[in-house]
């Protein structure tokens, strides 16, 4: 009867879109696959904002200082840039010479400038040229700082900075770093339980300050007790961490 009637294979043998159509299980199979492949896909390419958290981290720890770090200029005037740069460079000198009696195990010293003195800033009125030079040197131990310091002073060089330091500067750095980090992950960890989520990797990590060394400024009236308390330093890390949320 025609209303039995199928339609006729091909002439060629392939399969035609009808078997494709009538085929139901196979339509939905493909129909699953192409929507599991279309999550896939936004899943994997569509832009989304990552979620994150970013906490603080310090570490700090307690160490002997075993060495100190000193900063000096020296300056000199003269009538002329050549006498100027003449007693400079001879009070340099001698203020070397001394320095060099502690034995420092090292010693940076900069360039001389010797520019003129302006006595009036609107006519630029100027009166004789002053020299300026200076020098950063380490001691080993820290019992002579405050000798060296006095001296200085009474050879009329400007100290500028002491900074007293621990024996291996890079490997305490480190441990103090690392403390800071641990310290910012557990803040992390804290906010990440609070807000329903989980801590995930590292995005960034940033040095805010760093007071690997105690610096401090040496006044005339300061020097008698310069080193009298700084037989412990602190040495401190502070860390800003990205962590990925989950």
């Keep these: 009867m025609l209303g039995n009637e199928q339609p006729a294979p091909p002439p060629n043998g392939k399969r035609s879109i009808y078997f494709f159509i009538e085929n139901r299980p196979f339509v939905v199979f493909t129909l699953i696959a192409v929507i599991f492949l279309g999550i896939f896909a936004y899943v994997q ?130 441990e103090v770093r690392e403390l800071a980090i641990a310290d910012a992950k557990v803040k992390a960890e804290q906010m990440a339980v609070a807000s329903g989520a989980r801590l995930g990797k590292v995005i960034n990590v940033t040095e805010q300050a760093s007071t690997g060394t105690t610096g401090t400024s040496v006044t005339k009236e300061q020097q008698a007790n310069v080193a009298g308390s700084f037989s412990d330093i602190e040495i401190q890390s502070v860390v800003q961490v990205t962590f990925e949320l989950k």
């Design 45 to 174: 390419f569509y832009p989304r904002a990552n979620r994150v958290v970013t906490t603080i981290g310090v570490g700090s720890k307690q160490v002997a200082a075993q060495k100190a770090m000193i900063v000096f200029a020296v300056t000199a005037t003269g009538a002329d840039r050549n006498s100027a740069a003449t007693q400079g460079e001879a009070k340099f000198v001698d203020v070397m010479n001394m320095v060099n009696s502690y034995q420092p195990s090292s010693v940076n010293k900069t360039a001389y400038q010797v520019a003129p003195q302006v006595t009036n800033q609107l006519t630029g009125e100027t009166n004789g040229f002053q020299y300026v030079s200076g020098a950063q040197i380490t001691l080993e131990g820290v019992a002579n700082v405050t000798n060296l310091v006095r001296q200085l002073n009474e050879k009329d060089a400007t100290v500028a900075q002491v900074r007293f330091l621990p024996q291996d500067e890079k490997v305490i750095d480190k």
